[in-house]
């Protein structure tokens, strides 16, 4: 039966009735200055075919260099995964042709990786934590970038033609393969998003990429495979290549999961290939026939020496491991006071670091929480954008809420300058002054409104002078109305009730 035949059986009664197990592939491109085998800078977005060398084009004669750097970056990375740190290891060729691959060749390592047996502890959203185990984390260096011109997918499959870009060629990757995953069943797809997220938070702690996903610095090629019970054998597997999202991650497992779950019930074969994700239709579709390790021919690179990390400097780089991700939201959990489901939301929301870059420019933990995870919050799901591209910044909330401290706006005019800011109306401070939304501090203004609102309900006043102070919050209500709410609250009930005592 064909994989391309079949509909999907619902997610629910798919992982009801089979047990998935997955495994991801993680390539990160390390941000080093040059290339992981010769002196190319490594670039972004520069004219095609300009940050390349002999070395980096396959020519023939060209002998290739190892970047220290990026070993160092490597056995960081291999340390924040709690990996063993190999004595020793090579670079192996791993022979396929593909257009972006010059040399008909990848420099990569097989047998011998920088790092192995390592394992990852992944928070999900409601606080479980969920250990992932690695198998390897290894060097190697990236592909050069087709461009498929023509048709309407930008795939090869009815394209007019293709370009290859060999700027990327050569730039520095770590590819950390996991062990099958198991023991996730319907939680499978969060398993792998949260795994992916986790990933890419210490790669920007440990300082060694920038893993912009939209850029492709973090890609992950996602496995899934089913079978009948946890005690059965593991499933074929399909391998979706390049996903580059963390919602990506997620919906390609629960699609594979629903399309493989189809193919088993028509009683046909899940193939062993690769495929694509389409991020447009939520789908994935068949790329190639996956080759085994075998069918690359790995074999020792004859033109780079093995490498032997000195026991001494490995120790040196462990010491000097920044705070990692976990670690560090513990420590702010306890220095801002959050409960462990206030910091879960925090967590969830990506907004840790624009919680504690608000409170490094003066706002409170308690008062950064209130607007990033209110009504900027609730801002961001309107406009369906990530809380951190709102056009606001921490140092701005900062400042709206040293107003509110000072008190020369209540909560209800900060509102009022949040929307200004995002409007791009200048910061705080200019929009205060500009819509005039400052606190009447001044008692004469308040008393002449609180003098007519005493006058147009004499009622009221009567209650209060009997002792019933109930009704004070009418009056204040419309000495707030009276003053477009610039008034201090607190400040008109002390004058109200001067007033009413005075007859």
Known sequence: MSSRTVDLVDYDDAVARFDPVIGIEVHVELGTRTKMFDAAPQTFGDEPN??????SLGLPGALPAVNGTAVEYAIRIGLALNCQIAETCRF?????????????FQTSQYDEP??????LDVELEDGTVFRVDIERAHMEEDAGKNTHVGGSTGRIQGA?????DY?????????????PIVGAGERAPEVARAYVQTLRDIFRSLGVSEARMERGNVRADVNVSLRPTPESPLGTRTETKNVNSFRSVERSVRYEISRQAAILDAAGTVTQETRHWHEDTGITTAGRVKS????????PEPDLVPIAPDRAWVEEIRANLPELPAARRRRLQGDWGYADAEMRDVVNAGAIELIEATVAAGSSPAAA?????GELARTAKT??????DLPITPTQIGQLQQLVDAGRINDKLARQVLEGVLAGEGDPEAVVVARGLEVVSDDGPLLEAIDAALAAQPDIVEKIRSGNLGPVGAIIGSVMKATRGQADAGRVRELVLERVAQG
């Open 292 to 299: 085994d390790a075998e069918d690359y021919r790995y074999f």
């Open 369 to 373: 929480r209130k607007w990033w995870m």
């Open 160 to 164: 007019e033609y293709s370009l290859v």
């Open 50 to 55: 300009t940050a390349v060398t002999p070395v």
């Open 114 to 119: 920088i790092a192995h047996d390592g394992y």
């Open 167 to 179: 700027n990327r060629a050569g730039i520095p990757l770590v590819e950390i393969v996991t062990r």
């Open 383 to 388: 406009q369906d954008v990530e809380l951190g």
């Open 92 to 104: 192996a060729r791993k022979n396929y042709f593909y257009p972006d691959v010059p040399k008909n």
